[in-house]
């Protein structure tokens, strides 16, 4: 006898499609397993649910999707940061059963309790493809014939506007930490501000990266963060390793260098630290765009609508913000700038008037 007492076998058609159907008792529940046979006729059929219930009654105990999951989790070759955030994920597979009961209904339903929790269509939309993963993988070592996830539709993410900061916002920022003294944070402010780094390149900036005879920033590592803290990095994608201009205003700035062998300091600078302080900063001065208080990352949305808006050439913004396709840049971080449209709309009305005559000139 193997580790499964079957109660019950038999065949169930719907069309022309024979299904082998399965039940079980699971503890004090009875479960069912099926699976879609190739069979055309009812003697192939009955042949075909025998090898099934053989099989099913010889395999090893039900597995928990949420277990599974984990287990798929740990399979993988990834970054830390990477697994960090596969590991928050897991927690919203809890209850969803066994991996050979799960369905297309079970799955939609899901993600709906997900989205009526309040969590974002982003994060839905990760724990979805998390789970649409690990289920192949089940498929591939036999736990399942197909994969629920297959046969529903993936949640759509619905990306907000950047939450940049206007022209008053971005000034008032510029003033707050010109009465600041010098520090760390004040530092990663101004570049932030005036390149659009990624706040783990921030942090991981050494001054060896940074000529200021051509003023320029070379950007070739970043910082992650895993459980074990932060540790050091390629930076995100092979356009990420890049060059970018220094302005003017971040120039003054870098023309003072502290001692450490790090633009932050003497180590790399801890990415979670350095977006408490941003926080707390942003709180208290009201800090806020279109959508409310601005995240570090925010900053960064700042200055890709700031230059886009100031009339900057796209595929060279694209290549500072280290994008590999200016669509990114365009539909991500390109949020609509206020007085850029007045600007447009001043323009167009002023080559409609070059054109136009008098009402009384002959056509």
């Not at 390149?201 to 990266?209: G, T, V």
Request: positive net charge.
């Amino acid at each position: 006898m193997g580790a499964f007492q079957v109660r019950s076998a038999f065949l169930r058609k719907v069309g022309r499609k024979y299904t082998a159907v399965l039940k079980y008792r699971d503890g004090e529940k009875v479960r069912q397993r099926t699976r879609v046979l190739k069979a055309k006729t009812r003697s192939d059929a009955m042949r075909e649910l025998e090898a099934f219930r053989a099989e099913f009654e010889g395999s090893g105990p039900p597995v928990e999707v949420q277990a599974h999951v984990r287990s798929y989790i740990a399979s993988l070759d990834v970054e830390a940061s990477t697994r960090t955030v596969y590991s928050y994920l897991l927690g919203y597979y809890e209850g969803l059963g066994l991996v050979g009961d799960l369905s297309p209904s079970k799955v939609r339903n899901w993600m709906d309790g997900l989205t009526t929790r309040g969590l974002s269509s982003s994060t839905v939309l990760k724990a979805y493809r998390l789970l649409k993963q690990a289920l192949d993988k089940a498929v591939g070592d036999g736990l399942i014939d197909s994969n629920p996830c297959n046969s529903v539709k993936p949640p759509r993410n619905v990306r907000k506007p950047p939450n940049a900061l206007d022209a008053r916002g971005r000034s008032r920022l510029l003033h707050l930490l010109e009465d600041m003294e010098p520090s760390p944070f004040r530092f990663a402010v101004y570049i932030a501000l005036c390149t659009g780094m990624r706040r783990g390149e921030i942090c991981a900036l050494r001054w060896d990266d940074i000529d200021l005879d051509r003023c320029e920033i070379h950007v070739g590592q970043s910082m992650g963060i895993a459980r074990g803290g932060a540790y050091q990095k390629p930076p995100k994608t092979l356009s990420s390793i890049r060059t970018i201009p220094i302005p003017s205003l971040l120039l003054e700035q870098l023309r003072t260098p502290n001692n450490g062998p790090y633009v932050l300091g003497d180590r790399p600078y801890s990415p979670a630290r350095l977006t408490k302080e941003w926080q707390s900063f942003a709180r208290t001065f009201g800090i806020k765009g279109h959508d409310g208080i601005c995240t570090f990352h925010d900053l960064r949305h700042t200055y890709a609508t700031m230059a886009i808006a100031g009339g900057a050439d796209i595929r060279s913004v694209a290549s500072i913000l280290g994008h590999s396709s200016v669509a990114m840049t365009l539909d991500v971080y390109a949020a609509p700038d206020e007085d850029a449209k007045r600007r447009a709309a001043d323009l167009i009305g002023i080559e409609l008037e070059k054109g136009s005559t008098p009402k009384d000139a002959p056509l």
